[in-house]
């Protein structure tokens, strides 16, 4: 039997699990925008938030999962990438928090306050990992776009209409307590666990595959 040739069939043959993953995302991401005057399901929504948040640090940190060399040497232009000052330890507890602000909107999915800050950072990521670290960086991807473009976005955009129809638009009070929950989310979730638990003698270090192209080349 002869084989199939072609460079779509070669690149298809190696990757369809990922184009499969993508393709998936965006239907899914896709259809829920297309019917988002019809979602209704408040905790449904924040449950699909949360699980994309998972997809989202699997993206960062696993596949591809170059983040923490993207990190620790695209911005930091850190000497030792591998565990300085972003390391395995910091990124564990800080990707806690992370998903910890995902479980309010889950168990009280009309408290506006609760349930706005995590579908504002989920669009906020797509624009993070989507513009600004592109260009930061002058690259065309960085690990967490896709699952932010695809998902985030779209999930987010329903979350606040349903929200909307449900509850009735953010008074003023909402947004002052949705960006309090932000303000302290982003320091004692993000920050203090990078700046604490940054150790240059930390025993705790990325692999090769998460510095991705930002591995030095002795070290490949």
């Given at each position: 039997?002869?084989?199939?040739d072609?460079?779509?069939?070669?690149?298809?043959?190696?990757?369809?699990?990922?184009?499969?993953?993508?393709?998936?995302?965006?239907?899914?991401?896709?259809?829920l925008?297309?019917?988002?005057?019809?979602?209704?399901?408040?905790?449904?929504?924040a449950?699909?938030?949360?699980?994309?948040?998972?997809?989202?640090?699997?993206?960062?940190?696993?596949?591809?999962?170059?983040?923490?060399?993207?990190?620790?040497?695209?911005?930091?232009?850190?000497?030792?990438?591998?565990?300085?000052?972003?390391n395995?330890?910091?990124?564990?507890?800080?990707?806690?928090?992370?998903?910890a602000?995902?479980?309010?909107?889950?168990?009280?999915?009309?408290?506006?306050?609760?349930?706005?800050?995590?579908?504002?950072?989920?669009?906020g990521?797509?624009?993070?990992?989507?513009?600004?670290?592109p260009i930061?960086l002058?690259?065309k991807?960085?690990?967490g776009?896709?699952?932010?473009?695809?998902?985030?976005?779209?999930?987010?955009i329903?979350?606040?209409?349903?929200?909307?129809?449900?509850?009735?638009?953010?008074?003023?009070?909402?947004?002052?307590?949705?960006f309090?929950?932000?303000?302290?989310?982003?320091?004692l979730?993000?920050?203090t666990?990078?700046?604490?638990?940054?150790?240059?003698?930390?025993?705790?270090?990325?692999?090769?595959?998460?510095?991705?192209?930002?591995?030095?080349?002795?070290?490949?």
């Amino acid at each position: 039997m002869r084989a199939l040739d072609g460079k779509f069939l070669s690149f298809y043959r190696k990757e369809w699990p990922r184009v499969g993953a993508v393709l998936a995302m965006a239907l899914g991401g896709g259809s829920l925008l297309a019917n988002r005057k019809r979602q209704t399901n408040l905790r449904a929504l924040a449950v699909m938030n949360s699980m994309t948040m998972a997809a989202h640090q699997f993206e960062e940190y696993v596949e591809p999962g170059w983040f923490p060399g993207m990190v620790n040497t695209g911005i930091f232009k850190s000497d030792n990438p591998r565990s300085w000052p972003f390391n395995p330890n910091s990124a564990m507890c800080a990707n806690a928090f992370f998903t910890a602000l995902y479980i309010p909107p889950m168990l009280f999915p009309r408290v506006k306050w609760l349930a706005v800050p995590p579908a504002l950072l989920g669009i906020g990521q797509a624009i993070g990992h989507g513009l600004l670290l592109p260009i930061l960086l002058r690259t065309k991807y960085t690990p967490g776009t896709l699952t932010a473009v695809l998902l985030h976005v779209p999930i987010g955009i329903t979350y606040l209409k349903a929200l909307r129809r449900s509850e009735g638009p953010l008074e003023r009070s909402d947004w002052i307590k949705t960006f309090g929950v932000l303000a302290a989310f982003v320091v004692l979730g993000v920050a203090t666990p990078n700046v604490a638990l940054a150790d240059e003698d930390t025993p705790y270090a990325f692999t090769a595959r998460q510095m991705g192209p930002y591995e030095a080349p002795q070290n490949r």
